[in-house]
């Protein structure tokens, strides 16, 4: 039996989610439900996974339960890169990588085709990315991307100080460069999108915490606050959540990251941004900051990461970390030091040791699926759908290749992994602090 002790209730304002239209409400979980199949968690693990169970088991009953609304949590409220590929380091290990980036791609794939042809308002838009370097962290690590392209045959265009200074209006970057085949999206309307398109066999429960997981002779009773479902199997999708329910405990450390939004900016304002066009910019270093600019003209920061083994964020600790926000926006362009964020918000996402993912079996029954820190949305999607073919015996090259990809290695107890975190963090923000 297992009893989450953390539910996720996050407090803050997802500027992604909170400047779309309200959303239907929800249809919470009352009574009993009887299931041959409960997913528990809507992020894109959980909503993947549900949708290509219910294809592929037309006429069994699904039920999706999600403990707050689908397109809140993580996967809605990340920087919104879909990516075909992300590697920071110097080029190693290049066949994992080569296997990874068949998965990445197909997970895109997989979202294009699904947003096309689901007609998903999400501002998908095939821009590319930019990575831009601010000091010798970035620099180097820039060095390391253009290798890794290099070695994988990947097309890209060095964008120095003066290119990205016409392009986005900022001289603050040292030297860049823009590569393309990954999405750029308003992640909570992909994720709501996803939902609404779930098929006719599927039941979506929201605003239904599980807070207990029951096993029985043949099944499991999961709990809600208001309502039960009795299942024949389980999968556990939860994010950060998964060790709530005691699977890889010791294997995944859960950091939060933070965004800040503005509202649409006023002709004055954007005129600051170069072309004023749409972009999408990753730090060369691996804590460099995220900048977009969204397709409807709103700046979007992400920065700073540390670790969160219990709870989301309070809203005070986003409140903080949005000054550090406000002081990327400031360096990068000064004449926008005054734009007020919309929106701030945390949120947090499974960091392994090995960039291992934590997929299959782990009891009778009992299925589960985490995607971690390297291009996780589309890792995500493809490890969802792949794992309904696990569970439906379904063997492709994929699923093979998801697979041979080495689960999330072992990390040392508590109190030495939180000395071991600080350290490397605390390192990792100093060399970045340039790139902030
Ligand atoms: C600010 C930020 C920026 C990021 N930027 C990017 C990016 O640009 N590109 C990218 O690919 N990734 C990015 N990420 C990471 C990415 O969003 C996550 O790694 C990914 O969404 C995790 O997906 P998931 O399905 O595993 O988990 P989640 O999206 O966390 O989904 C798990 C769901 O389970 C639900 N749940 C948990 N416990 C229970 C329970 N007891 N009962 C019922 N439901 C429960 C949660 O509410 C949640 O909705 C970012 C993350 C953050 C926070």
Redesign the pocket.
């Known amino acids: 039996m297992s009893k ?1 002790a953390v ?2 209730r996050h407090t803050d304002s997802n500027g992604w989610w909170n400047s779309l239209a309200p959303p239907p409400v929800p249809r919470s979980l009352t009574g009993r439900v009887r299931v041959r199949t409960a997913v ?7 909503v993947s996974a549900t949708n290509r169970l219910a294809e592929l088991c037309p006429d069994e009953e699904i039920c999706l ?4 609304r ?1 397109g ?4 809605g ?7 075909n590929l992300h590697s920071h380091g110097a080029p190693k290990q290049l066949e994992i990588l080569r296997r990874n980036m068949q998965l990445w791609e197909a997970g895109l794939n997989s979202l294009r085709r699904k947003v096309e042809s689901w007609q998903i308002q999400c501002d998908w838009s095939e821009a590319g990315r930019f990575y831009g370097a601010a000091g010798p962290d970035g620099e180097k690590h820039l060095g390391h991307i253009a290798e890794t392209l290099d070695a994988l045959d990947l097309p890209y265009t060095w964008q120095g100080r003066d290119a990205l200074e016409q392009r986005i209006g900022t001289g603050f970057y040292s030297n860049g460069l823009h590569t393309g085949g990954n999405a750029l999206v308003n992640p909570a309307a992909l994720m709501r999108g996803l939902a609404q398109h779930l098929p006719a066999n599927v039941t979506l429960f929201e605003e ?3 807070t207990e997981l029951e096993p029985l002779d043949n099944g499991y009773k999961i709990w809600t606050p208001d309502g039960e479902v009795i299942a024949d199997r389980v999968v556990l ?5 998964l060790r ?1 329910f005691g699977i890889a405990t010791a294997h995944f450390v859960p950091m ?4 800040s939004l503005t509202a649409p900016l006023d002709p004055a304002a954007l005129s600051v941004l170069g072309t004023g066009e749409e972009f999408g910019m990753l730090g060369g270093s691996e804590y460099g900051a ?1 900048i977009r600019l969204t397709w409807d003209k709103r700046l979007f920061v ?1 920065n700073y990461f540390n670790f969160v083994p219990g709870a989301p964020a309070s809203r005070g600790r986003v409140a903080e970390i949005s000054q550090m926000h406000r002081r990327a926006m400031a360096v990068r362009w000064p004449d926008l030091s005054d734009q007020p964020f919309e929106h701030s918000w ?5 960091f392994t040791r090995n960039n291992g993912t934590v997929f299959g079996s782990f009891g009778p029954n009992l299925y589960a699926v ?2 971690n ?1 390297v ?4 890792r ?1 999607e493809a490890a969802g759908s792949l794992l309904a073919e696990y569970m439906e015996n379904i063997d492709s090259e994929l699923l093979s290749l998801q697979l041979s990809i080495p689960g999330p290695s072992r990390l040392p107890p508590r109190p030495f992994l939180d000395l071991g975190i600080r350290l490397r963090h605390g390192y990792l923000h100093l060399i970045a602090r340039d790139e902030f």
């Open positions: 989450p539910i996720p528990v968690g809507g992020g894109i693990c959980g339960i999600e403990a707050e689908v809140y949590g993580a996967s409220r990340n920087a919104g890169f879909m990516l239904s915490p599980v999708a939860t994010g950060v959540f709530q939060a990251t933070y965004g995220t992400r945390g949120g947090s996402m499974a985490l995607t820190d291009s996780p949305m589309t995500g």
